[in-house]
């Protein structure tokens, strides 16, 4: 068996340091003035592994998958509420060192919400110094415009469903650029709807003919139990969701999540 380059990153998680519940986390590095070099920040680092990317349009592209700690979201159909709390602290470079020990060209930061930590934008621009293609999956409610330029973003739009739809932060729309994507995880009929009008309202499919966005993503909600810190959700069948973007001609890109489908859905690590 190859000995897995990413195993010394993998965080303790028994003796992870609680952060704040709800509250944006902000790494000790971050707090102590700017680094002379940026590869000596730090980031609180949930996991960090080696898969097959499951959403998006970048969906079955083998990906380096680096999960940061901490959110300040609770939605209902959360499935990585490990990710809150659990982590340890891990320098940008060692992360990229261990990105880039993989040969694999394509890296997602997601959490949690990746960019709710200051160095997590240093970490972004390191790997794009290093020719890798980044994605970086974020909640929306978090300012993505001081992302390097050379990211892709793919911004959630939380819908009532989530429970955290006055999250969202609604002049990051205005800063998508063309290759970024938007993605709306749907619990039930109404957040269907709301999605609906939401895309209308706000012009985002006449934004993807000009190529303006690279693409609208709707994802039917797996179910999830209650958990410590969030409600649950029953989830939403995919074939209704398909039948319904269908009966309507809706301009969008249905989406599962692959990995679940691959992997049993709770699998952490895929
Ligand atoms: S699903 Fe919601 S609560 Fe969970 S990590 Fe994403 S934004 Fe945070």
Redesign the pocket.
Same mark, same amino acid.
């Given at each position: 068996m190859q000995p897995n380059p990413l195993q010394h990153l993998m965080p303790t998680c028994s003796g992870a340091k609680a952060a704040a519940a709800g509250s944006v986390l902000t790494p000790a590095a971050s707090t102590s003035g700017e680094h002379a070099d940026p590869r000596a920040g730090t980031v609180r680092l949930n996991e960090i592994f080696h898969s097959i990317q499951g959403e998006s349009t970048w969906a079955g592209a083998p990906c380096v998958f680096v999960r940061l700690t901490g +959110?300040?979201?609770? +939605?209902t159909? +959360?499935?990585? =509420?490990y990710?809150?709390r659990e982590g340890r602290t891990a320098t940008l470079g060692e992360i990229v060192d261990a990105v880039r020990a993989t040969g694999c060209p394509l890296v997602q930061l997601t #959490? #949690? =919400?990746p960019l709710a930590q200051k160095r997590a934008f240093d970490l972004i621009r390191l790997l794009c110094d290093h020719g890798l293609t980044v994605l970086i999956e974020t %909640?929306g409610?978090v300012d993505i415009s001081p992302c390097d330029e050379r990211a892709i973003r793919i911004l959630?739009i939380?819908t009532p469903g %989530?429970g =955290?739809s006055a999250r969202n932060l609604w002049s990051n729309i205005s800063n998508l650029r063309a290759r970024d994507e938007v993605k709306f995880?749907l619990t039930d009929r109404p957040d269907y709807e709301w999605a609906v009008a939401t895309i209308a309202e706000r012009g985002l499919s006449e934004r993807v003919q000009r190529g303006e966005l690279g693409a609208i993503l709707l994802s039917a909600a797996w179910e999830q139990p209650k958990g410590l810190e969030?409600a649950g959700c029953a989830g939403l069948s995919p074939r209704s969701l398909a039948e319904w973007i269908v009966a309507d001609r809706l301009p969008v890109r249905m989406q599962t999540q692959l990995h679940k489908i691959i992997w049993e859905p709770h699998t952490r690590g895929v």
């Open positions: +959110c300040p979201l609770r +939605c159909y +959360c499935d990585t =509420e990710a809150f #959490g #949690g =919400e %909640s409610a959630d939380k %989530s =955290e995880v969030i």
